[in-house]
């Protein structure tokens, strides 16, 4: 894929005739800010961390679990991460990025090189993590290590009670992350390890604070599903699906 180049004005009217979403796409060119890639490195078998820099990182607020937008070439087409670290003294962010190997936003995370270009948009609000000083449990997946890291790294969840299920090989990449001492389940065929995964969350209903669950949608649906069976408020399930099979771009 190319790199977008921001089209002048003229050149996006011109495109714009025929296109039946010419306003959104408009709207998109409008609203993003062109960030650099300056480093890619391949973290385990399918994640990459990269590093974005560009005057809107300076200048934007962060906290844990917010999304930002990906705007990936000319075509527009766009994808949500999650910052995993944000420094805005030096205008940069890093973000973990799984190649699922199957949309555009896998396809070019996988080709990426640095001192390439791409669109950004955000943050914005995504998900409600439980600050520093509060007791509770997260649920994730290969998408949601970035979440669970920053996460971490800003003191929340001290103890630690994060659950994430991975694709074999990924685990490799939690002591980087400050999650040597999470809970974490190998990913199995055709959701063999739900079981495991439903035990460990169970457990959750014993505590009081919040239950943050993140990550594919079908599997939030169960955790939520078994949690609520055990009688757990809804009030304390906070979710936001990630991703869905068999569905593409979740905002
Ligand atoms: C708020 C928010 C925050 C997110 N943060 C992150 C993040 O920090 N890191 C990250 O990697 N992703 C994150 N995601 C998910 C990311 O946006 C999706 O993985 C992305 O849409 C995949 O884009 P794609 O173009 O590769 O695939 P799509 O075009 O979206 O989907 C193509 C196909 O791939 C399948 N697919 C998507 N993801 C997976 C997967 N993990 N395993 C197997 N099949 C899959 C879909 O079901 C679909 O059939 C986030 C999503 C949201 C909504």
Known sequence: MNAPTFLPQTQRLQRAAGDPNWMQRSMITRMMRP????????????????????????????????????????????????????????????????????????????????????GFMGPNTSVALPPPDVRGWMFGDETSLATAGALAAHGGLADRRIVLVLPEGHERVLADLGLADITWIRRGPEDKHLPELLSVMGQARLDAGPIVLTGEAAMIT??????????VAA?????????????????
């Open 35 to 118: 960030v650099v890639v300056e480093d890619v490195v391949t973290v385990a078998p399918r994640l990459r961390r990269i590093t974005l820099s560009g005057e809107v990182l300076a200048a934007a607020a962060f906290a844990p679990g917010l999304r930002v937008g990906l705007v990936l070439d000319d075509s527009l087409v766009g994808r949500v991460y999650t910052p995993l670290t944000w420094d805005r003294s030096a205008g940069t962010l890093t973000l973990l990025l799984y190649l699922n190997g199957l949309g555009p936003g896998s396809h070019w995370a996988q080709a990426l090189q640095p001192r390439q270009t791409c």
């Open 222 to 231: 169960a955790v939520r599903r078994h949690l609520r069976d055990a009688d």
């Open 235 to 251: 009030s304390r399930i906070k979710t936001r699906a990630y991703w869905a099979k068999g569905k593409a771009a979740l905002s």
